[in-house]
């Protein structure tokens, strides 16, 4: 942490020299950063306190707020300040795992500041609705269903379940009483489509229509008797509720292609070959209950 600290008073250092070979721009700058304290001579100001809440984030305690959370990050930088100047004044900052650490330090800083920008510059209103609307003329028609099971360990104990459901009982009763999967209440799977569902799952809930249900259906999960309610066509869901997703995919191809191109035009050799990529693991087959 205090490391970071130290490629920021290296910034601010340049910062400061850039003011001092230009006065005009200096004059042009908001108003001066608010003073909030000073340890043995040293200014912190709100604007420190603003970019130590932007680097702990989410390492802050979650009930600290408003002027409580300020307070806190200020007794950080406070401490934080004290620590450095010991180190400074033990001459820590003299010795050669230090200055690479800086370098690298400073090099992170950069390039998060790089990347903070092409960020910025690519979220726009207009490149967030074109690839959501790409991705909504991309997707197939594709039909789901919503749909009650009743899992059991073996077959004679769904032959058992579906003779009550012949009988008349009410399916969600019979599955709430006999039904060995907990993730469903009633054995209520919700929508779903058939990629979701292991095969033999799947293949037999989309072959019946809406009131209807299966013979028993064996699975590596069980057997199941499976009930279908609903049917429809799957709908790509409206751009508000998928606009956070979509910007954070406009920023990552963004800065993946800045990241690519500087890759293409740079001059990159490796003292060694680079390793190969680990082979993906099989993905497990989905379980047939919505969790």
């Given at each position: 942490m205090f490391m970071k600290q130290s490629s920021r008073a290296l910034a601010a250092g340049l910062a400061c020299a850039l003011a001092m070979a230009a006065p005009a721009i200096l004059a042009a700058s908001p108003t001066a950063a608010k003073v909030l304290a000073t340890v043995n001579g040293k200014e912190i100001t709100d604007e420190d306190v603003k970019i130590a809440t932007e680097d702990l984030g989410a390492s802050l305690p979650a009930q600290l707020e408003g002027k409580a959370?300020?307070?806190?990050?200020?007794?950080?930088?406070?401490?934080?300040?004290?620590?450095?100047?010991?180190?400074?004044?033990?001459?820590?900052?003299?010795?050669?795992?230090?200055?690479?650490?800086?370098?690298?330090?400073?090099?992170?800083?950069?390039?998060?500041?790089?990347?903070?920008?092409?960020?910025?510059?690519?979220?726009?209103?207009?490149?967030?609705?074109?690839?959501?609307?790409?991705?909504?003329?991309?997707?197939?028609?594709?039909?789901?269903?919503?749909?009650?099971?009743?899992?059991?360990?073996?077959?004679?104990?769904?032959?058992?379940?579906l003779k009550r459901v012949k009988g008349g009982e009410d399916f969600a009763k019979v599955a709430k009483e006999v039904s060995k999967d907990p993730g469903s209440e009633g054995g209520e799977l919700g929508w779903f489509t058939k990629e979701r569902m292991v095969p033999e799952f799947g293949d037999a809930a989309f072959k019946l229509k809406p009131g209807e249900y299966s013979e028993p259906v064996k699975s590596p999960f069980g057997w199941h008797i499976i009930q279908v309610e609903e049917k429809r066509q799957k709908t790509f869901p409206p751009l508000d509720e998928v606009k956070d997703q979509v910007s954070r995919y406009?920023?990552?191809?963004?800065?993946?292609?800045?990241?690519a191109q500087l890759r293409k035009t740079a001059k990159i050799e490796r003292t060694e070959p680079a390793p190969e990529a680990a082979a993906p693991a099989t993905p497990a087959a989905p379980a047939p209950a919505k969790k």
């Open positions: 959370r300020e307070a806190y990050i200020l007794d950080f930088l406070i401490d934080g300040a004290l620590v450095a100047q010991k180190a400074q004044s033990d001459k820590l900052d003299q010795g050669p795992d230090f200055a690479k650490k800086l370098a690298y330090f400073r090099e992170k800083l950069l390039m998060e500041i790089l990347l903070s920008q092409v960020a910025k510059s690519a979220v726009t209103d207009a490149a967030v609705k074109a690839t959501y609307d790409e991705a909504a003329k991309a997707q197939k028609p594709e039909t789901e269903i919503r749909a009650r099971h009743i899992l059991v360990p073996t077959d004679a104990d769904a032959q058992a379940a406009v920023v990552q191809k963004a800065q993946s292609e800045m990241v």
